[in-house]
T-cell receptor, first 110, second 113 residues
Framework: GQQVMQIPQYQHVQEGEDFTTYCNSSTTLSNIQWYKQRPGGHPVFLIQ?????EVKKQKRLTFQFGEAKKNSSLHITATQTTDVGTYFC??????????FGSGTQLTVLP | DGGITQSPKYLFRKEGQNVTLSCEQN?????MYWYRQDPGQGLRLIYY???????QKGDIAEGYSVSREKKESFPLTVTSAQKNPTAFYLC????????????FGNGTRLTVT
């Protein structure tokens, strides 16, 4: 079945450093979505990428969708303590459902 | 304010008992979902429904049951057949289907002893 792998599982950074999390799907995706879950909270939708090679920005966050539509990344520039949380990618594809990656837990040290 | 309401926030049950988790939405979304989240893991799909009176099994449906009698409501029953029921359960909805962004409730943390 469809699998979505996400790395790294954990990332500790100093405030001001950059952060990147990567997702890889075993199958071609129709779209990929990114979510953020704060500690003790629920996932909140960040963005959806649909087109091959698509790049979208939200302030300090940059999202990319690979040319083959099988991988994606989220890059945060100059992290802040408010960026703390777990970032999930979720791919929609042949399984006709949204498959979540295992998430990257980001810790930002002040 | 529109949103998804899950209740209760915390739930404690004895092994062997069935328990029903509530999920209500007032977003007028067609699709609703139940996910399970275990520590250090992603979200795994239990059941989903794209229309009233219809639902499909997700990846880990064994030991769970659902109903969708109203558009607004999608309760999940964790039966005694579920071997490891202790987890964080998240209900979500989307406008149409899995291609639409999900809106999540605050979750129910179930502990079975």
């Amino acid at each position: 079945g469809q699998q979505v792998m996400q790395i790294p599982q954990y990332q500790h950074v100093q405030e001001g450093e950059d952060f990147t999390t990567y997702c890889n799907s075993s199958t071609t995706l129709s779209n990929i979505q990114w979510y953020k879950q704060r500690p003790g909270g629920h996932p909140v939708f960040l963005i959806q990428l649909v087109k091959s090679g698509e790049v979208k920005k939200q302030k300090r966050l940059t999202f990319q969708f690979g040319e083959a539509k099988k991988n994606s990344s989220l890059h945060i520039t100059a992290t802040q303590t408010t960026d703390v949380g777990t970032y999930f990618c979720a791919g929609a594809g042949s399984a006709r459902q949204l498959t979540f990656g295992s998430g990257t837990q980001l810790t930002v040290l002040p | 304010d529109g949103g998804i309401t899950q209740s209760p926030k915390y739930l404690f049950r004895k092994e062997g008992q069935n328990v029903t988790l509530s999920c209500e939405q007032n977003l007028n979304h067609d699709a609703m979902y139940w996910y399970r989240q275990d520590p250090g893991q992603g979200l795994r799909l239990i059941y989903y429904s794209q229309i009233v009176n219809d639902f499909q099994k997700g990846d880990i449906a064994e030991g769970y049951s659902v109903s969708r009698e109203k558009k607004e409501s999608f309760p999940l029953t964790v039966t005694s057949a579920q071997k490891n029921p202790t987890a964080f359960y998240l209900c979500a909805s989307s406008i149409q289907d899995y291609n639409s962004p999900l809106h999540f409730g605050n979750g129910t943390r179930l502990t079975v002893t």
